[in-house]
C-alpha cells in the first residue's frame, strides 16, 4: 500500500542548533513534494515546494533535500528558534488527475530556549 | 489581504441536523478541497473542485457534500452529520503553481 512516513515522536532541540525532518515514502512517484507548518488549532501554512528534479531547495532558514532513489525528503532549519516551534507536514503529489496532495501525520518540532 | 476563511470556526451540533461549513477565497483560485483532520490519520482530502460547476470525491466522501457555483465559494454540507464525523475540517484552494491556502480550519463536534 502506499505510505507516507514522518517521525511522530517530537523532535526536541536547542535554540541555534539545526533541526532536521525526515519524511519517507513508499510506492509514489511523486512529481514533486511539499512541506508545511502548521500550529496547534490552525490550517498548514505552506513553507517549500522542490520538484522530482531537483536535489535541493533554500528559502531563507529553510533546506529541502529530496531523493527519489531513496524515497525521501530531508527539511532542515538551521539556527531554529523556540519560534519554530510547530508541527511539520509534508505531502506529495500522488494523483495528478485530480492534483490531489497526499499529506504525512507531521512530525512535532519543539526548539528550546 | 490574500486568504481563505471558513465559518463557522467551531460548531457543536446533534447527529442528524443538517449542517453547512462555507468557505470563500479571494485569490480567483479554480482548484478548491476540503480536507479533515484527525489525530494519527492527517490530512484526508474529502471533496474537490477544478472550477465552477466541477466537483469530485476525495478519499473519504461518505457523508459529505459540496457545491461550487461560484468560483470564490465552495460550501461543506453535512445533510445527516454522526459522532463520527466529529474532526477539525479545513477548506483550501490552490493557484496556478502547487502550493494549498489553508482556511482557519473548523472543529465540528457532533454528539
Known amino acids: 500500500s502506499q505510505k507516507i512516513e514522518q517521525n511522530s515522536e517530537a523532535l526536541n532541540i536547542q535554540e541555534g542548533k539545526t533541526a532536521t525532518l525526515t519524511c519517507n515514502y513508499t510506492n509514489y512517484s511523486p512529481a514533486y513534494l511539499q512541506w508545511y507548518r502548521q500550529d496547534p488549532g490552525r490550517g498548514p501554512v505552506f513553507l517549500l515546494l522542490?520538484?522530482?528534479?531537483?536535489k535541493e531547495k533554500r528559502k531563507e532558514r529553510l533546506k529541502v533535500t529530496f531523493d527519489t532513489t531513496l524515497k525521501q525528503s530531508l527539511f532542515h532549519i538551521t539556527a531554529s528558534q523556540p519560534a519554530d516551534s510547530a508541527t511539520y507536514l509534508c505531502?506529495?503529489?500522488?494523483?495528478?488527475?485530480?492534483?490531489?496532495?497526499?499529506f504525512g501525520s507531521g512530525t512535532r518540532l519543539q526548539v528550546q530556549p | 489581504e490574500a486568504q481563505v476563511t471558513q465559518n463557522p470556526r467551531y460548531l457543536i451540533t446533534v447527529t442528524g441536523k443538517k449542517l453547512t461549513v462555507t468557505c470563500s477565497q479571494n485569490m480567483n483560485h479554480e482548484y478548491m478541497s476540503w480536507y479533515r483532520q484527525d489525530p494519527g490519520l492527517g490530512l484526508r482530502q474529502i471533496y474537490y473542485?477544478?472550477?465552477?460547476?466541477?466537483?469530485d470525491k476525495g478519499d473519504v466522501p461518505e457523508g459529505y457534500k459540496v457545491s461550487r457555483k461560484e468560483k470564490r465559494n465552495f460550501p461543506l454540507i453535512l445533510e445527516s452529520p454522526s459522532p463520527n464525523q466529529t474532526s477539525l475540517y479545513f477548506c483550501a484552494s490552490r493557484g496556478d503553481g502547487y502550493e494549498q491556502y489553508f482556511g482557519p480550519g473548523t472543529r465540528l463536534t457532533v454528539t
Open positions: 522542490i520538484r522530482e528534479n531537483e
Open positions: 473542485s477544478m472550477n465552477v460547476e466541477v466537483t
Open positions: 505531502a506529495l503529489d500522488v494523483d495528478t488527475g485530480r492534483r490531489a496532495l497526499t
